[in-house]
Every structure is written in structure tokens, then in C-alpha cells.
């Protein structure tokens, strides 16, 4: 009788990790009660323990980007300025990438919540505070398309930087669209995640390993003391 010929284990797939660390910006201020969305307002980045915080929690030698929006520019540099009194190296000039930046809402912007109805009073309330996710405000885009904006440039670019940790600093409805791009969830349901302000949220993109591209969450909505 023949013994039968072994056969060649499968050969192990070196996995490539690229770890994307996701800080919503410092709290905007005079905004009051207005949907600020796109509009360029100011921040306030005098919270010193909690840009502490955060340049003890990023990762050394990361790639740094930011929106096209002041915000998080100004948050990027409340951060380094912590690493550098740290005696940590400080990052480069952060690269805008404009596929970061917040939900547009087009003719909204500016206006009260109250004026626009959101809240029962003003004008008849628009669909959009009913079913926001594929809603599109006068003008402006909807979660839905920021999800596939966001998705798009996380996969372009964890390709072109694959396996480097990547910084960015960004928005609330951005940083939810990432996640539901990492776990595949509707966007309707990831309007039910939490962002918080200097909040540290992380997801890792997962190539090889024999079973193509993956993503997973590491960490999501971690506060910032």
C-alpha cells in the first residue's frame, strides 16, 4: 500500500498592520446652538493636561495629517508642542488631506438648530433630523457620502503608507465615517458612536495573512483626562 504524499503546508503570509490614531480637534467656541460643519471657526486649545495626554498616547515617527479646516491645525500643534516639551521628537508639518475634513452642510451652515427646526421649533423640521444618514442637506452632503469619501482615501492611502502609524487630526462625523468603514456597519448606525473632543480613536488596516485586506478597531473615543 502507497502512503500518501504529504502535502506542502501553506506558506505564512507576512501581515502588514498600518494604524490609523483619529483625534477629534479641540472644542470649537462661539458656535453656540449653530451648525458649524465646514465653516472655519476657532478653537480652544488652552487644556494643557489633555494635550498632555495625548502626545504621551501618539506614536513616535508617525505620518501626521490634518483637515483642510484651522481646528485641527491648531490641535496638531497643541499636541507637538507637548512632545517637544517632552524631549520627543516633534512631527513634520502635517499633510493636509482634504478627504478628513467634516460633513458639509451646505445651506445650514451658520444657521441656529432652533431656526432650522431641529429641535421642534422654527421651521418644519427637515427629513434630515429624522433619517440623517442618506439625507443630504441643501447643498451638502450626506453621512452616507462622507463614509465613502472617508473609506476611499483610507484605503488609498493605507496602501501608499502601508505599515507606517498615521496621525490625523480631524472631525467628528469623519472620524465616525472611519470606523463604520472599518467594521462595515451602516451609517445610520455609526451616527450612534460617540466622538468626543481630544478624544483618541484608532483603527488598524490588516493586509496578507492569506485572507486579503482586513480592518479592526483598537480603540474608540478614548478621553482624554
Known sequence: MTEPTPQAAAPMTEMTVTRWWFVRHAPVVGTTGRVY??????????????FKALAHRVPDAALWMVSPLSRTRRTAAAIAEQLRAAGRATPAAPEVEPAFIEQ???????????????????????????????????????????????GDALGARSARH????????????????????????????????????????????????????????????????
Open 104 to 150: 458639509d452642510f451646505g445651506e445650514w451652515q451658520g444657521r441656529s438648530y432652533r431656526e432650522l427646526g431641529a429641535h421642534g421649533q422654527g421651521e418644519p423640521a427637515h427629513r434630515f433630523w429624522l433619517a440623517p444618514a442618506t439625507e443630504t442637506p441643501p447643498g451638502g452632503e450626506s453621512f452616507a457620502d462622507v463614509v465613502r469619501r472617508v
Open 37 to 50: 460643519g465646514r465653516m472655519d471657526v476657532d478653537c480652544d486649545v488652552s487644556d494643557t493636561e489633555s
Open 162 to 225: 502601508a505599515g507606517r502609524d498615521i496621525v490625523v487630526v480631524s472631525h467628528g462625523g469623519a472620524i465616525r465615517a472611519a470606523v463604520a468603514h472599518a467594521l462595515g456597519i451602516a451609517p445610520e448606525a455609526a451616527l450612534a458612536i460617540s466622538v468626543d473632543t481630544l478624544s483618541l480613536t484608532r483603527i488598524d488596516h490588516v493586509a496578507g495573512a492569506g485572507r486579503g485586506n482586513d480592518w479592526r478597531l483598537g480603540l474608540l473615543n478614548w478621553p482624554a483626562p
